[in-house]
């Protein structure tokens, strides 16, 4: 048995799953609008999962039941990852608009409709320990129970736990992402600036080169002036 968890930023729902067993849970969309609102279920991995309806229409301020089934799985995965997402998509609709009226149209976006969107990503997630059972001589009245009923619906407390935790997991992944890029960021920015500065350090070097060099000629030729100069001086002092 593991739990499958529907993950969303804006909803979430999970479902307690025992394999080998069809299992379905449902969503609630709330329309808190005036307006009639017409939805879309998608999902990256049709043949594993039913929803019913997968469209409709939500009257103004009121609600819309979906249920979404899973199923039956033989297996868990071994790694306890699941890629499988679902999309909700909802666009304004024509008052008194009714299921037949939606149409693939209607939420495309590039036709100018202004669609919103919500992403539900699914997770797998161990189910807590039941604890152990009652040793005999224990109270009478109070009887052993195990974190997930007979029906198949887990305690409520534990499901909140498990979906703290799972939202506090994801939220630490993202900002170790973050903080990653950042890293990758900062590290680029340090390689630049040392070849940029290392560029300027080699021009340096060169003027420093090229001045000596011209600086040198110019002591040259005044000392060969100079001495030109005197030669001539002491061959007009000689003559007179």
């Known amino acids: 048995m593991f739990v499958l968890i529907f993950f969303s930023f804006y909803c979430g729902f999970w479902l307690i799953v025992e394999?080998?067993?069809?299992?379905?849970?449902s969503l609630q969309l709330s329309n808190k609008t005036d307006n009639y609102v017409a939805f879309k279920v998608k999902?990256?991995?049709?043949k594993k999962y039913c929803v019913r309806p997968n469209t409709g229409i939500v009257l103004p301020r009121s609600t819309c039941d979906i249920l979404v089934t899973m199923q039956t799985q033989k297996e868990a995965p071994p790694d306890m990852q699941c890629r499988d997402k679902f999309l909700l998509q909802s666009v304004k609709a024509n008052d008194g608009?009714?299921?037949k009226d939606i149409t693939a149209e209607m939420f495309n976006k590039?036709?100018?409709h202004v669609?919103?969107?919500s992403k539900l990503k699914v997770v797998y997630v161990s189910p807590p320990q039941p604890p152990s059972p009652v040793h005999e001589g224990s109270e009478e009245g109070s009887s052993p129970r195990g974190s997930v009923s007979d029906n198949g619906h887990a305690n409520s407390a534990e499901l909140t736990s498990a979906a703290r935790a799972l939202t506090e997991r994801l939220e630490a992944q993202d900002k170790s992402s973050e903080a990653r890029a950042l890293i990758t960021k900062l590290t680029k920015e340090k390689n630049n600036a040392i070849q940029q500065n290392n560029k300027?350090?080699?021009?340096?070097?060169?003027l420093k080169r090229q001045s000596c060099k011209s600086g040198g000629g110019v002591s040259f030729m005044i000392v060969a002036f100079i001495?030109?100069?005197g030669i001539i001086i002491g061959y007009i002092m000689k003559k007179s």
């Open 19 to 25: 394999l080998r067993k069809q299992i379905s849970c």
């Open 43 to 46: 999902t990256t991995n049709p």
């Open 97 to 99: 608009a009714t299921a």
């Open 110 to 112: 590039e036709a100018g």
């Open 115 to 117: 669609v919103e969107e």
């Open 200 to 206: 300027l350090h080699q021009e340096l070097e060169l």
């Open 227 to 229: 001495g030109l100069l």
